[in-house]
T-cell receptor, first 109, second 114 residues
Framework: GQNIDQPTEMTATEGAIVQINCTYQ??????LFWYQQHAGEAPTFLSY????GLEEKGRFSSFLSRSKGYSYLLLKELQMKDSASYLC??????????FGGGTRVLVKP | DGGITQSPKYLFRKEGQNVTLSCEQN?????MYWYRQDPGQGLRLIYY???????QKGDIAEGYSVSREKKESFPLTVTSAQKNPTAFYLC?????????????FGDGTRLSIL
């Protein structure tokens, strides 16, 4: 079966850095995605990792360690608009994505 | 603009009634997906289709049905057999054969029981 774990909620201050961890146990691995979802809206794609290492995209970075079944999303220079849920999703066999429960990030002034 | 359109945005269902949620995409994507999201939860896969006239059950298919008669359309029917249908339903699509292509999501349909 598939199991993806992420913290339920995190709080951080505007301008700070927050790291959202994701651990996974899946049958097969073909990549890991991070999505951002504001309340009541559709998820939007943030990043994709398939090889070990860090992918940087502006204020957002994502890291993957396949041997440890671990990824994190790093949000730097936090802004109020970054308050949202962040979803970790693993692509295992076939084209199916399995999502974690999401991490709700609250940015405080 | 290319994208995924879900309608309606809000839907109310009476007990014992079937309802159909629409999903249309003009991105020329082969693969389409339906997810259910409950408050404070992640997304759970209901059904998916990788090509016209073919679809597979996801993790929570019971009480739902789909069809894929056209590439651009993937409607979801919530049947009366689904005992707890109140949720946010998201449709997604992607290019089938490119591993790093993300799924693109519609804006969702919020279904409630009257």
């Amino acid at each position: 079966g598939q199991n993806i774990d992420q913290p339920t909620e995190m709080t951080a201050t505007e301008g700070a850095i927050v790291q959202i961890n994701c651990t996974y146990q899946t049958s097969g691995f073909n990549g890991l995605f991070w999505y951002q979802q504001h309340a009541g809206e559709a998820p939007t794609f943030l990043s994709y990792n398939v090889l070990d290492g860090l992918e940087e995209k502006g204020r957002f970075s994502s890291f993957l360690s396949r041997s440890k079944g671990y990824s994190y999303l790093l949000l730097k220079e936090l802004q109020m608009k970054d308050s949202a849920s962040y979803l970790c999703a693993v692509k295992a066999a076939g084209n199916k994505l399995t999502f974690g429960g999401g991490t709700r990030v609250l940015v405080k002034p | 603009d290319g994208g995924i359109t879900q309608s309606p945005k809000y839907l109310f269902r009476k007990e014992g009634q079937n309802v159909t949620l629409s999903c249309e995409q003009n991105l020329n994507h082969d693969a389409m997906y339906w997810y259910r999201q409950d408050p404070g939860q992640g997304l759970r896969l209901i059904y998916y289709s990788q090509i016209v006239n073919d679809f597979q059950k996801g993790d929570i298919a019971e009480g739902y049905s789909v069809s894929r008669e056209k590439k651009e359309s993937f409607p979801l029917t919530v049947t009366s057999a689904q005992k707890n249908p109140t949720a946010f339903y998201l449709c997604a699509s992607r290019d089938r054969d490119f591993g790093n292509q993300p799924q693109h999501f519609g804006d969702g349909t919020r279904l409630s029981i009257l």
